[in-house]
């Protein structure tokens, strides 16, 4: 079974910002 | 034909051919030399102060008569290809040929540093003792383990009434000393300069008083300094620069005047001079063609049992360790490129949400991954897991 690739979007970066990468 | 290489581009120990260094260079032609008295005959020792150049000996009344030239005379107005590069020049022989009788007393007498001093080669008088303080040569050679002057019999006159002085540095050298593994025997056979002193005359008699009142001449004809440019074993011949200085054709790796160091990427070992037995070349670091720069390393050469001890500096092409043979950190070897091609090491390209660093394995690629990812760059859920909204936890269980 072939997974999808991590969907960046679906990420709730709320609590997170200083993890968030740049784009 | 290289006589540096064998057929099968090996490396081997080569020298210029044989050359007459005399030839081509500027002198006089026959000099007249005024009758020299006993005086100060003794003098002769490691730089003596004996003249830097010859004096002028239409006016020496009372100094022997001294035939001197320079093999390495940058400023000589030749550029004759047989003379000696500056650093130096290895003697074979000497030979003088007088259209007169010859001198009973000569002595012959190098430099090494183009004519600041001067130290013997040898002597050639009946007179050992009185002329020169020395005893005469032994049958078999200096006594010592090194080669030194010694006190020959005087040249030889020959029927025509000329005569001949011939020297051979072996004359002075142990018998069984070997050029090429005798530091010693090196340094006896390298001269920039020579210089020929001659000393009382046979043809008037044995008085003190006759030699100093009467003017006295010797001629000669024919001077040969045999000898090679003096390159270590790691140039076939030599060449001009550009300042008009000789210089070896250095191979072997080896660069300078003398071919005497190794060129800057070739230090992967000492430099060496070369033998008839082992060439002894300058050895390219080892740095799969992502270094320009390298140095030796002694203690890397000892511990490699004396055969590699060259580190490459600045490795590029996100290559690291002393060969340039493993990736930086963040970047993998790609097994489908040669070690040596450019693109040989790849990012890690690790998730930067799946992964739980930037590190990946240096061999194999893989990123390491956080529970439940997976992929070589952990940018996938495993199977049974599923994509939350959490960066902390990209994937969790599936319910």
Partial sequence: EVMPTLDMALFDWTDYEDLKPEV | ?399
Avoid at chain 2, 73 to 99: K, N
Avoid at chain 2, 137 to 149: F, M, Q, R, S, V
Avoid at chain 2, 338 to 357: E, I, Y
């Fill in chain 2, 1 to 399: 034909a290289d006589p540096c290489h064998d057929e099968g581009g090996a490396p081997r120990g080569c020298v210029p051919g044989l050359v007459n260094a005399a030839l081509g260079r500027e002198g006089a032609g026959v000099q007249h030399v005024r009758a020299a008295g006993h005086a100060g005959l003794r003098r002769f020792g490691p730089a003596a102060g004996t003249p830097r150049r010859p004096p002028d000996l239409r006016r020496g009344h009372h100094k022997p008569g001294v035939l001197a030239f320079g093999l390495a005379d940058a400023s000589a107005p030749q550029r004759d290809p047989h003379s000696a590069p500056r650093q130096g020049f290895e003697l074979v022989f000497v030979s003088l040929r007088f259209c007169s009788a010859p001198p009973t007393s000569v002595a012959l007498l190098k430099s090494q540093d183009h004519g600041r001093s001067w130290t013997p080669l040898g002597f050639f008088s009946s007179r050992c003792g009185l002329d020169y303080g020395r005893v005469p040569a032994p049958a078999d050679g200096p006594a010592g383990l090194g080669p030194e002057a010694l006190c020959f019999p005087e040249p030889q006159a020959q029927p025509d009434g000329g005569g001949l002085l011939a020297f051979s540095v072996q004359d002075g050298s142990p018998p069984g000393l070997d050029l090429d593994s005798s530091p010693v025997l090196q340094d006896w056979v390298t001269a920039t300069d020579i210089q020929v002193v001659l000393t009382r005359p046979t043809m008037l008699g044995d008085t003190r008083d006759a030699m100093a009142m009467v003017p006295y001449s010797y001629s000669a004809t024919e001077l040969q300094v045999g000898g090679r440019c003096k390159c270590n074993g790691h140039a076939a011949r030599c060449l001009l620069d550009s300042q008009g200085h000789m210089i070896c054709d250095c191979r072997h790796g080896t660069e300078g005047p003398d071919c005497g160091r190794c060129k800057p990427f070739y230090c992967d070992r000492p430099w060496q001079r070369a033998t008839a037995r082992e060439a002894h070349a300058c050895l390219a670091c080892s740095c799969n063609g992502h270094a320009r720069r390298c140095r030796f390393n002694m203690e890397l050469y000892r511990l490699s049992g004396r055969r590699s001890g060259g580190v490459c500096l600045n490795c590029r092409h996100n290559t690291a360790g002393r060969h340039c043979h493993y990736c930086q950190e963040g970047f993998y070897r790609d097994p489908g490129r040669a070690l040596s091609d450019r693109r040989a090491c790849r990012a890690c390209d690790c998730h930067p949400v799946g992964a739980a660093g930037k590190t990946c394995n240096q061999t194999t690629g893989q990123c390491p991954c956080k529970d439940g990812v997976t992929g070589l760059t952990c940018n996938r859920c495993a199977p049974g897991f599923q994509q939350s909204r959490s960066p902390v936890a990209p994937c969790v269980k599936t319910p």
